[in-house]
Each structure stands twice: as C-alpha cells, then as structure tokens.
C-alpha cells in the first residue's frame, strides 16, 4: 500500500496571488497527476506528469504551472489566483503501466478559497 | 468528445432501500469502466473497475455491468446503509493515463 500526502489542506489567499500546491506519493508511482473539483463539475485535469521533468497539459491548464521535481513528488501553481475562487485540488498517482486499466489513487486534497 | 453522464444529484433514500445511479459513457474508443466513491474530507476512492464488455464489477455490495451496447455502466445496491452517504463518479480511461469523470452524483441515506 501507499500514500498521497496533499499540502496544505487548506489554502487563502488573495485576489493575484501566486500560490503552489505540493504533492508526495510514496506508492512508487510514475504517473501523478493534479485535477480540479467543483461542485457540479467533476474533477478535470490541470496537468499530469509520466516521469520525472514530464509535464503533460490537461483540459483545464490554463492559469496554472507544475512540476516534477522527483519522482515521488509533484507541484502545482496558481500563476494569478482569480477573486472568490474556491475548488478542491486533487492529486492522484498511477502506476502508468497498465494502459487504459490503470487505476488512479488520489490525495485527501488541497482546498482553496480566494478573497 | 469524451464524456460521462451520470444521475443528477442529491439522491436522497431511507436505509434499506435499494440505489441505482446511472451512468453513459461517450467515446470513439474502447474504455475501462470506473466508478469511484468520495467521503467528505476525503479523495476519490476506487470501488471498482471493468475493462471488458458484458462483465461485472462489484464491490461492498455494489455492482455495474458494462454495457457496450447501451454504452452504460448504471450503479446499483440492493439494500443501502447510512454509510454509503458519499459522491460517486463514473469514469473511464479509454486510452493513455487520462480519465474522464461525471460530475458525479450526492447520495445520502437516512437512517
């Protein structure tokens, strides 16, 4: 078994902000990935990483940069926090192998809220 | 595209009382099937996943048959407890490292 530790659980910041976001799994994963959850949406992908210094784009990069220090851990950006923004990052790893039956094991999540 | 559709939530029964929460799937590709359930404070967990057509996945006493044909992958429980109060996502993960989830649908039950 395994972990995925998000930190912090919970994040304020302001209007123009950057702010980062980190992620550390210890199940000796390759793949990671960052997702965005509000309510109503789902969870869309910001950005994923398939290797040390990988950096794949998702659906929803926009406004945010990553990156894959090591293997075990994986950060993310806030370029410019917008306003009375407030969602859920999750962090997921997967073993990256397995095609398309790779599950997916995710982080507890960081939650933000922009003033 | 891809997508999921899935039951809009809340879906709210009594303990006891049997769930189904549906869920179609839109894809050119030929996709594992996922459902994941999420508890407050918590990540998504997996309750199970089906990568073949005409199988079953099951788990706690939840099961899914995908449906290739139908392109569903509908959730059902014969008999809920308040412990199933949670949000549970369809998914699949048709090619690569990505999946595309649904928005997912609140269930809660009372006691």
């Known amino acids: 078994g395994g972990i995925i530790t998000q930190t912090p659980k919970f994040l304020i910041g302001q209007e123009g902000q950057k702010l980062t976001l980190k992620c550390q799994q210890n199940f000796n994963h390759d793949t990671m990935y960052w997702y965005r959850q509000d309510s109503g949406k789902g969870l869309r992908l910001i950005y994923y990483?398939?290797?040390?210094?990988?950096?794949q784009k998702g659906d929803l990069s926009e406004g945010y940069d990553a990156s894959r220090e090591k293997k075990s851990s994986f950060s993310l950006t806030v370029t410019s926090a917008q306003k009375n923004e407030m969602a859920v990052f999750l962090c997921?790893?997967?073993?990256?192998?397995?095609?398309?039956?790779?599950?997916?094991?995710f982080g507890p999540g960081t939650r933000l809220l922009v003033l | 595209g891809d997508s999921v559709t899935q039951t809009e939530g809340p879906v709210t029964l009594s303990e006891g009382t049997s769930l189904t929460v549906n869920c179609s799937y839109e894809?050119?590709?030929?996709?594992?099937l996922f459902w994941y359930v999420q508890y407050p404070g918590e990540g998504p967990q997996l309750l199970f996943k089906?990568?073949?057509?005409?199988e079953k996945g099951s788990n706690r006493g939840f099961e899914a048959t995908y449906n290739k044909e139908a392109t569903s992958f509908h959730l059902q429980k014969a008999s809920v407890q308040e412990s199933d109060s949670a949000v549970y996502y369809c998914a699949f993960n048709s090619a690569g490292n990505k999946l595309t989830f649904g928005i997912g649908t609140r269930v809660l039950v009372r006691p």
């Open positions: 997921a790893s997967s073993t990256g192998t397995g095609g398309s039956q790779d599950t997916q094991y």
């Open positions: 089906v990568p073949k057509a005409n």
């Open positions: 894809t050119k590709q030929y996709p594992t």
């Open positions: 990483s398939i290797t040390e210094n990988d950096l």
